[in-house]
């Protein structure tokens, strides 16, 4: 069965009656090129928010994940989707999300700052494996 699919595409081809539409294939390409970076950033935020060393650190990679991560998906779906209403729809969250993301992040450090949380200066010294298991 699928060796007749085959040939019959491959007929197809050859009759002419298959065309490729050049500008489908770049929209595609476009659209996974801007996934796979915005997939790049959330993943690369989510190894900050674990392995950074204090709360304002972790911020940091949290919000470049919301603003530029979310930002990069919309991005391809928007591509993806082609001039329609749902496109329309993923730009205004899109848009929404550009203004209000960094605004929080700010507000959510400066509370953090304003109730006593001090960053952390200087060298960083990852903590001893041995030493994590014990009790101080």
Excluded: C
Excluded at 91 to 110: D, K
Aim: net charge negative; proline share 4%; aromatic share 8%.
């Amino acid at each position: 069965m699928i060796v007749s699919l085959i040939l019959a595409g491959a007929d197809t081809v050859a009759s002419g009656a298959m065309s490729i539409d050049i500008w489908e294939v770049i929209r595609n390409g476009l659209a996974i090129l801007s996934l796979l970076a915005g997939l790049f950033f959330v993943l690369g935020g989510t190894l900050g928010v674990l392995r950074l060393p204090d709360f304002f650190t972790r911020l940091h990679a949290a919000g470049m994940t919301d603003t530029l991560g979310a930002e990069l998906i919309l991005l391809g779906l928007i591509i993806q989707e082609g001039f329609t209403q749902l496109s329309l729809k993923f730009f205004l969250v899109a848009f929404f999300l550009i203004v209000t993301s960094p605004t929080a992040t700010h507000a959510v450090a400066n509370a953090a700052y304003q109730a006593g949380l001090k960053p952390l200066l200087g060298k960083y010294k990852a903590p001893d494996p041995e030493d994590i298991g014990k009790e101080g």
